[in-house]
């Protein structure tokens, strides 16, 4: 049996904290990949009765004030988020395209979607730079539910 000395535990502790130093001064900072996103958001059969959440937010690279987004389209300065809810699905099917207008350092998205008196079809897909990151496609019946958050 081993003997828990003062000269083992010195050189334990020495040897944990070289390692831990050694560790921490590295040269290879990690860096955050920009990128422009473009989410697609497709549903059918959402009525405003359904409890549909889905909401993007990014941090631009520059670190301005706001992120301007491109909803369908249309610009959206002034915007840090953008949300979609039951209103811009509801009746038949219904597509929704959110892009970045610049590029973004970062971005959070959280999902949520409850349907109360018919089954839904909900599908997304987060890409960055053109490459598929998330991508989604459910069938939710009554009272049934799906809810995510993602980082990028």
């Known amino acids: 049996m081993h003997k828990l000395t003062f000269k083992n535990a010195g050189l334990f502790l020495f040897m ?3 390692a831990v130093f ?4 590295s040269k290879d900072e990690a860096t955050v990949e920009e990128g422009s996103y473009k989410i697609t958001i497709t549903a059918t059969n959402v009525t405003t009765d359904d409890y549909i959440s889905f909401v993007a937010s990014g941090s631009p690279v520059d670190f301005q004030a706001n992120t301007p987004w491109k909803v369908n389209g249309a610009e959206r300065t002034g915007e840090t988020a953008v949300s979609v809810t039951d209103a811009d699905l509801a009746g038949g099917t219904k597509t929704v395209v959110i892009e970045s207008a610049r590029p973004l350092r970062m971005v959070a998205i959280g999902a949520q979607f409850i349907p109360t008196r018919q089954a839904i ?3 997304f897909k987060v890409e960055k730079n053109g490459q598929t990151q998330v991508e989604e496609n459910l069938q939710l019946a009554p ?7 993602y980082s990028f």
């Open 121 to 123: 079809s909900i599908s």
């Open 143 to 149: 009272e049934q539910s799906f809810s995510r958050n």
């Open 16 to 18: 944990l904290f070289s």
């Open 22 to 25: 050694l560790n921490s001064c």
